[in-house]
């Protein structure tokens, strides 16, 4: 997970810093207000190989997570158990050759 955290702020720092100062600035809205610079966030990381990796492999726990912020909008700390199921699943994601691609014979 620190992988795609790293990859994530690397190549997508602006929209990581609006998303969560939006976030920061609108604690009980924050999903309304705040929509249009989450889907940047997700357009920016949804290319990368490794985010794709485990957004693929840990989809159901991350649409979990959603879901509990979607129902929770006004205390997201609730979904605290949700999020340790996603970021345990996404440490379990064998990202071998995805960070260090081997190189396929032509």
Same mark, same amino acid.
């Given at each position: ?8 702020? !690397?190549?997508?720092? !602006? ?7 939006? /976030?920061?600035? *609108? ?5 309304? *207000? ?18 794709? !990796? ?12 959603? *879901? ?12 605290? /158990? *949700? ?9 379990? /994601? ?7 691609? /081997?190189?396929?014979?032509?």
């Amino acid at each position: 997970m620190q992988v795609a955290m790293d990859i994530t702020t !690397k190549y997508c720092h !602006k929209e990581m810093e609006s998303y969560g100062q939006c /976030v920061a600035s *609108h604690p009980s809205t924050w999903q309304q *207000h705040c929509q249009d610079l989450k889907m940047k966030v997700a357009q920016c990381t949804s290319s990368h190989p490794v985010i794709q !990796k485990i957004r693929t492999d840990c989809s159901k726990e991350f649409t979990e997570f959603e *879901h509990c912020l979607l129902e929770n909008q006004n205390s997201p700390t609730s979904c605290s /158990v *949700h999020v340790a199921r996603f970021l345990g699943c996404a440490e379990t /994601v064998d990202l071998a050759g995805v960070v260090n691609p /081997v190189p396929q014979p032509s």
